[in-house]
Nanobody, 117 residues
Framework: VQLVESGGGLVQPGGSLRLSCAASGFTFSNAPMAWARQVPGKGLEWLSGIYNDGRTYYTDTVKGRFTISRDNAKNTVYLQMNSLKPEDTAVYYC????????????WGQGTQVTVSS
């Protein structure tokens, strides 16, 4: 299993970023996928999940601001993040998540998102 996140960076408050996660080594189209994040010194926070049939779930913290999607033809899952806040600063992880919640089953190396003016 390999999950490679990209798209992180520095963005101003109110801005947007789209994270991507390229998956390989498993049957992507069958796997529920998720995004989670972690601030140094704090626990992992589950954010959003998507089943193989497209059903999506969000934690209240990001509902209405973040959108998860997947492209099974490209073995890629995305997280569109809008209206970013400084408290969204964290390392973001893509994951295979069979129960759509913590603990995650497999996760990538993460990508840093920093929201700051």
């Amino acid at each position: 299993v390999q999950l490679v996140e990209s798209g992180g960076g520095l963005v101003q408050p109110g801005g947007s970023l789209r994270l991507s996660c390229a998956a390989s080594g498993f049957t992507f189209s069958n796997a529920p996928m998720a995004w989670a994040r972690q601030v140094p010194g704090k626990g992992l926070e589950w954010l959003s999940g998507i089943y193989n049939d497209g059903r999506t779930y969000y934690t209240d913290t990001v509902k209405g601001r973040f959108t998860i999607s997947r492209d099974n033809a490209k073995n890629t899952v995305y997280l569109q993040m809008n209206s970013l806040k400084p408290e969204d600063t964290a390392v973001y992880y893509c994951a295979i998540d069979y129960e759509l919640g913590l603990p995650l089953d497999y996760w990538g190396q993460g990508t840093q998102v920093t929201v700051s003016s």
